[in-house]
């Protein structure tokens, strides 16, 4: 049994008798065999009370709080109350120095009154008496005899009571002998597990005799709860004395033997971890002597340095803290350390702290745009207001300083721009551009075809070659915490099993989240607010709405023959020179030559293309320079032909040519790589009345197609048209280009106009081109992308466009030298695009159509 399980009073008793130099037999015949001197002999005071008038019928009462005292044996008590002071110097003033010793009920209750204290006590002799230097009293009682309290009799100074000796039953019998040796050996038994416990003490327990003093003696030595203990004490017969403390032994020593099971249990433990340490230092000594030194440590001891370095914010650095400890007490040789290994070097190793300055100079933000670019001037316009907030905030941050206590209200220090248009007109150049003019890194991540959440939010340490997202890595490569990050192709990201990128981007791209951005793999925070981050996409329509609404869209649309060539003789060409080893005289470009390789040979929106055809000229150049040609050549339209071959496409004769039958009508569409001229082609033959379409058409456009038949059937006679036209008859409408497929309901205006073109035999007139979208009562509704389809006619050659009414607003966005090439009609029914297109006799008393350039 642990030391603890001691009665506390018996442990000081042992201390005291040290103190005064007594030996352990002093000690026992003090605690076991009560002095009865001044009282008479032994035998005046056996159970059988014969002599109890030796006893007062009236007694000082000390109450105990937390503790019974047992007759026939010794314990130590302290006193320190005043009431209770004085009681003790009273009693030891007295010749028979006789104390009642009374518990009180509530161990808590400092003064217990009469009514708060048991009724059974023991009367007992005040043997020794020590007085402390804090004023309190050190007594050694031996308990006498057990008493009744009768009635009280005073209260002040102290308590006093009338009592009366309650002898208990004397007992013999083979039960009571079972009993006493059950209780003898239980006790030798906890006594045999606990070395604390001195062997003569034992030994004196074992040779009593008197069944009522051994169950006092054991009985006090045990840290019994203070019920069990008075329960003890007011049982009248030894038998039930004995069979209580029987069942309180049998209790006990299951709880010995239950700690020593999980004493050893944790020793076990202890001695395998000391071995390991043994084993350990044997190592580093083994190393030591070899030379090789410690590596393990070492390892350790450099990450704690680069931690130090790397600023880790309080969370980051707690886990640091925490993995190294465990890289510290694993051995090296474990698959545990190498993947400890991995992660700290991740933790340390990431711009934590590293910021670059910003360079707010607007001036050179909006030289080093120029220079690189030509137009795009929505993206430059925002880009110099970015810079013109930070610069003015940094200017007036001392009238701003006081900041507000809660989240919601931060200033957010990142920007979210998304680049929307068709390939090649410079969206990603244009991240590079931007960094460049803000003097920040700039690092790109192309996200088409991930399909896998982790790319994005990193894979759970658990998981074996298990690393970060693509974002953590790439802040890790370019070593900075606020660079221009560029996410490329946005609209090209897919579902798959393992999860949706587009989700896990919501919180990369949101201002008020990604300050707290938590990759899988790293576990904690990283502060992705100072990023300036810029999403590229072709449409708009693949991205999600909750992703689409974080970010700031601008729209780059194509560039005019005019914009090209300026970027051709400032960007392409000398950039293929220096590809190609040409120098600066050795080839040069006229504007001719230019506007023949862009209306001949290319029909882009942007200009990879023409740099292709410009590079593949440069090229053929070098190739004759090698050859021994040493003159300087200058590139004509004629000399285009003839580096390039044939061209391939042909412009406004391709639009005359194929709209001069009837039948047939020029319509504007709208793609991911900018606008497109879409011709109609209407037939009829005989039939059953069919209706056939054919060219790869979604549902809407399909739609539209019956729209537009649906309404020629109907207006048929206001149209001059023959109202059987579609009697025995099928019609077919076909839109070249079928691999490729089409849908959206911009076509519904053109589709109309191919029909009344085939059934009244007019074909449309020459490079006219539309869009607009048909109803069944023949209005014409405003559609999207009129800047891309107006491009596409301009290049097309296209001289007259027909637009709805509601669009006209749109030609703001028109580059001027479009407007002044195109003629505009804006139509507000199908009358207005039919009198347009094929000529006044279909107007129908409609107001004439609404003119503009």
């Given amino acids: 049994m642990p030391a603890s399980r001691w009665n506390a009073e018996i442990l000081d008793l042992l201390e005291w008798f040290d103190r005064e130099d007594l030996t352990l037999e002093d000690f026992l015949s003090e605690a076991i065999i009560p002095d009865l001197e001044g009282l008479g002999e032994e035998d005046d005071f056996d159970e059988s009370g014969d002599q109890i008038e030796k006893i007062p019928r009236e007694i000082p009462i000390l109450p105990l709080r937390g503790l019974v005292v047992y007759p026939e044996t010794a314990v130590p008590l302290t006193v320190g109350q005043p009431r209770s002071i004085k009681l003790v110097d009273d009693v030891v003033s007295n010749d028979d120095r006789l104390i009642g010793l009374v518990a009180s009920k509530d161990p808590r209750d400092e003064k217990p009154g009469p009514e708060d204290l048991y009724r059974v006590g023991t009367v007992a002799n005040v043997h020794r008496l020590f007085r402390t230097p804090d004023g309190n009293i050190r007594l050694l009682v031996q308990g006498i005899k057990r008493i009744n309290i009768l009635e009280i009799t005073e209260k002040e100074p102290y308590l006093k009571a009338k009592i009366e000796v309650n002898s208990s039953q004397v007992e013999t019998g083979i039960e009571i002998d079972a009993l006493v040796r059950q209780v003898q050996d239980q006790f030798k038994e906890i006594t045999d597990m606990v070395s604390s416990i001195p062997q003569e003490l034992v030994d004196a327990v074992m040779s009593l005799e008197d069944p009522l003093q051994i169950v006092y003696t054991i009985a006090n030595f045990q840290r019994m709860d203070l019920e069990d203990a008075q329960e003890l004490l007011e049982l009248n017969t030894i038998s039930e004395k004995l069979q209580k403390l029987v069942n309180f032994l049998t209790r006990e020593l299951e709880m010995v033997q239950i700690g020593q099971k999980i004493q050893k249990q944790a020793q076990s433990e202890i001695e395998k971890v000391q071995r390991e340490y043994f084993l350990r230092e044997q190592m580093k000594a083994i190393r030591s002597e070899l030379g090789e030194g410690d590596k393990q440590t070492a390892e350790v001891e450099e990450f704690q340095r680069r931690m130090e370095e790397a600023g880790l914010p309080e969370e980051a650095e707690k886990q640091v803290k925490r993995e190294l400890e465990r890289l510290s007490s694993i051995p090296s040789a474990s698959a545990e350390y190498g993947v400890i290994r991995t992660y700290l070097d991740w933790m340390v190793s990431l711009p934590w702290s590293e910021t670059t300055e910003d360079n707010l100079s607007i001036d050179h933000a909006r030289k080093v745009l120029d220079e690189d670019h030509y137009g795009l001037e929505d993206v430059k316009e925002r880009i110099l207001e970015f810079l013109a907030v930070r610069k003015l905030r940094k200017e007036r941050a001392d009238e701003f300083e006081e900041e507000y206590e809660d989240e919601i209200r931060q200033v957010r220090e990142g920007v979210i721009l998304c680049f929307v248009g068709p390939p090649g007109v410079g969206k990603t150049s244009l991240g590079r551009s931007i960094a460049r003019s803000m003097g920040r890194k700039f690092i790109r991540a192309s996200l088409g075809g991930i399909r896998d959440e982790a790319e994005i939010r990193g894979h759970r340490r658990t998981y074996i070659g298990s690393m970060p997202g693509r ?306 009562r023949g209005q014409v509704l405003p559609v999207g992308g009129i800047k891309e389809k107006v491009l596409a006619a301009y290049r097309a050659g296209s001289k007259t466009v027909i637009l709805p009414k509601r669009n006209q607003t749109d030609l703001e966005e028109i580059p001027e030298e479009v407007r002044e090439a195109i003629d505009f009609i804006f139509a507000e029914t199908i009358e207005d695009v039919l009198e347009a297109a094929l000529g006044n006799e279909y107007a129908s008393g409609s107001p004439s159509p609404s003119e503009g350039n």
């Fill in 471 to 776: 974002i953590i890595q790439s802040l890790r490569r370019v070593e900075s915490n606020n660079p221009v990050f560029m996410l490329d192709e946005v609209d090209k990201l897919s579902q798959g099993f393992r999860g949706d990128p587009t989700s896990a981007l919501l919180e990369v791209l949101d201002p008020e989240q990604n300050s707290e951005f938590r990759d899988n793999y790293l576990e904690v925070g990283y502060d992705l607010s100072k990023v300036m981050f810029i999403t590229t996409a072709n449409l708009l329509e693949p991205i999600p709405s909750p992703l689409r609404d974080r970010m700031e869209i601008i729209k780059i649309s194509g560039y005019t023959d005019k914009e090209k060539i300026k970027i051709a003789k400032g960007y392409l060409i000398p950039r293929q020179k220096r590809e190609n080893g040409l120098r600066e005289e050795e080839i040069s470009f006229t504007d001719e030559a230019l506007q023949t390789i862009i209306r001949s040979y290319t029909r882009e929106a942007g200009v990879r293309n023409l740099e292709r055809e410009i590079g593949a000229i440069c090229r053929k150049v070098v190739t004759k320079i090698a050859e021994g040609h040493s003159e300087a050549m200058e590139v004509t339209p004629e000399s285009v032909r003839e580096f390039l071959g044939r061209r391939k496409y042909y412009g406004d004769e391709e639009i005359e040519e194929r709209t001069s039958v009837p039948g047939v009508a020029a319509g504007l569409a709208w793609t991911s790589t900018g606008g497109e001229v879409l011709f109609v082609e209407a037939s009829i033959m005989p039939g059953k009345n069919n209706f056939q379409l054919t060219g790869s058409l979604g549902d809407v456009m399909k739609e539209s197609a019956r729209a537009a038949l649906s309404y020629v059937r109907s207006k048929a006679d206001q149209l001059g048209l023959d109202e059987n036209f579609y009697q025995d008859q099928d019609v077919h409408l076909h839109v070249p280009a079928g691999a490729q497929p089409k849908d959206g309901p911009s076509a519904g205006v053109t589709m109309a106009t191919a029909l009344v073109s085939l059934v009244s035999g007019h074909p449309v007139r020459s490079n006219v081109s539309m869009t607009g979208e048909i109803t069944l």
